[in-house]
């Protein structure tokens, strides 16, 4: 079993909506959570981290469930700019960082 | 701060050839890694190090060296390339739990 797995998607989706999934990681001792944005051909970057309480950055909501063992991104009122592939990314307890093979996004005009 | 550098952008190799990644990071960062991403996988470590002069291996290290003489430079070296290494290949540097990543290097063994 994958310690982090995403659904791939693609998630076509016009703009202005909203668009949401989640990612389910298999170590409960699991400390810290986070979600990258990749873009076509370039490098991962932090999107923003998750916290126990959820968060949110903007049009962008994290949440997590420590009881389900899974977190969530949510984007609201999509911009064509949101196209991407988003990573679940999870610190374990022994310091390990484990990545999804991440979550394709498209908005549409 | 230009962040993390890394060169060659694109690189062919043929089996059984060796190749050095260069990586190098300008924000003083101890922790630096490499990671390679194949197609509906994760980034999967390859060997990280927390400081000069200490490296070690991660999850996927056969086939590849490095060394780290310097904070800001962790080159990652193919020993005899094989087809199953064609993969495009990050470098990484971190300060806390933030990752930043280079642009990376596309690489295709043939």
């Known amino acids: 079993r994958k310690e982090v797995e995403q659904d791939p998607g693609p998630f076509n989706v016009p703009e202005g909506a909203t668009v949401a999934f989640n990612c389910t990681y298999s170590?409960?001792?699991?400390?810290?959570f986070f979600w990258y944005r990749q873009d076509c051909r370039k490098e991962p970057k932090l999107l923003m981290s998750v916290y126990s309480s959820g968060n949110e950055d903007g049009r962008f909501t994290a949440q997590l469930n420590r009881a389900s063992q899974y977190i969530s991104l949510l984007i609201r009122d999509s911009k064509l700019s949101d196209s991407a592939t988003y990573l679940c990314v999870v610190l374990s307890n022994d310091y390990k960082l484990s990545f999804g093979a991440g979550t394709t996004v498209t908005v549409r005009a | 701060n230009a962040g993390v550098t890394q060169t060659p952008k694109f690189q062919v190799l043929k089996t059984g050839q060796s190749m050095t990644l260069q990586c190098a990071q300008d924000m003083n960062h101890e922790y630096m890694s490499w990671y390679r991403q194949d197609p509906g996988m994760g980034l999967r470590l390859i060997h990280y190090?927390?400081?000069?002069?200490?490296?070690d291996q991660g999850e996927v290290p056969n086939g590849y060296n490095v060394s780290r003489s310097t904070t800001e430079d962790f080159p990652l070296r193919l020993l005899s390339a094989a087809p199953s290494q064609t993969s495009v290949y990050f470098c990484?540097?971190?300060?806390?739990?933030?990752?930043?990543f280079g642009p990376g290097t596309r690489l295709t063994v043939l």
């Open positions: 190090s927390v400081g000069a002069g200490i490296t």
């Open positions: 990484a540097s971190s300060k806390a739990d933030e990752q930043f």
């Open positions: 170590n409960s001792a699991s400390q810290s």
